[in-house]
């Protein structure tokens, strides 16, 4: 059995702090995770969550991924656009066109995120977060296509699109070029191997389709910190 998509993980200075900012702006419930780290889920709890980690690491650069969030009507973009900035967010600049639809915010650590126009239907699928957009080479799309057992919903012109059988938000890669990487990621996947299944196997199948083991002392009984083949973070762990 494949292992599954369990959180999306900010490292954070201020984990509480950052977990309000996005438990208000997705309407999501906290709750107190291990080691310092906060964990939001969404009300159904379908789907992946997200979990705030402890880091001093600075920001250098823009990050490898951030969320779009969707909006079915004007309005309710702007909603959500006000609402981000009464809880710290922030408008930037990273290079959009005055036409282009959609906006570009930045949450109070720094971590940008778009709010996308209404209409948009590539996220017409998905729900409030309709994709976690990633800077990445086509060969990561299909690595992760792969690793996750989610099937390609878009491939075209080098950028890749993995979306859960079930539906749900999009995992998609703009192709190149991508910029180099500085440090370390300040957004990476946590996975998880289901209790009935061999976690040594599920490492060896990822091994076997591209990743690599950041430092084998990283691995603490089921856990394992480990690089996807464009060199960008993820986590593994047991469900035991």
Known sequence: MT???FAVCFNAPRPPDLARF?????GWESADG???DVVIAPPDAAGFRIRFRPSQEPKTGQNRAHFDLTSASPEEQQETVARALRLGGKHIDVGQLPEE????LADPDGNEFCVIEAGNAFLADTGFIGALAC???QHVGYFWSEALRWPLVWDQDQETAIQAPD???KITWGGPPVAPKTGPNRLHLELVVPADASFEAEL???VSLGASHIDAAEGDGEQALMLDPD???FSLRGLR
């Open 204 to 206: 060896d199948r990822l």
């Open 34 to 36: 291990p080691d310092g």
């Open 22 to 26: 996005w438990s208000g702006l997705l």
């Open 135 to 137: 800077d990445g080479t």
């Open 167 to 169: 539906g749900g938000t």
């Open 3 to 5: 292992s599954q998509l």
């Open 231 to 233: 060199g960008n973070e």
């Open 101 to 104: 639809g959609h906006v570009v």
